[in-house]
């Protein structure tokens, strides 16, 4: 009786690692053909890319990217004229072009003529902070 469990036991595991062989080529096969795929569709993408002027999708992706980046560049000027303006009191930001031009003049920060807020100075600061 224990030989013929053991012949099964060993049966199973015969059959199952046959199943998990097979199903490992059933998957590199799918695997290749994947592959295959891929490189048919980017063959064709390069083909419609020449047809329209441009040498491979390399070449439209740098062209994508560049324009990003520029844009990227326009953005980051503007940000640095607005720190600037902000640390400087100045308004660089008119100088660049900026949505910021129509801020009033650091000599007449209210245009309105009310009371401005009072400002926290360093010396205040250091003051508060002795205080404590």
């Not at 590199?28 to 053909?33: N, V």
């Amino acid at each position: 009786m224990t030989a013929a469990v053991v012949a099964l036991c060993a049966a199973v595991v015969a059959l199952s690692g046959g199943v998990i062989y097979f199903a490992k080529l059933a998957f590199d096969e799918g695997r290749a053909r994947a592959v295959a795929d891929e490189d048919a569709l980017l063959a064709k993408l390069n083909e419609r890319a020449a047809a329209e002027g441009l040498k491979s999708c390399e070449a439209q992706l740098e062209k994508l990217m560049a324009a990003n980046a520029e844009r990227e560049r326009k953005r980051a000027d503007e940000v640095k004229a607005k720190i600037a303006s902000a640390k400087t009191g100045h308004d660089v930001a008119a100088v660049s072009g900026s949505v910021w031009a129509n801020m009033p003049a650091p000599d007449n920060p209210n245009p309105l003529g009310a009371d401005p807020l009072p400002v926290a100075t360093d010396a205040k600061l250091s003051d508060a902070k002795r205080r404590r």
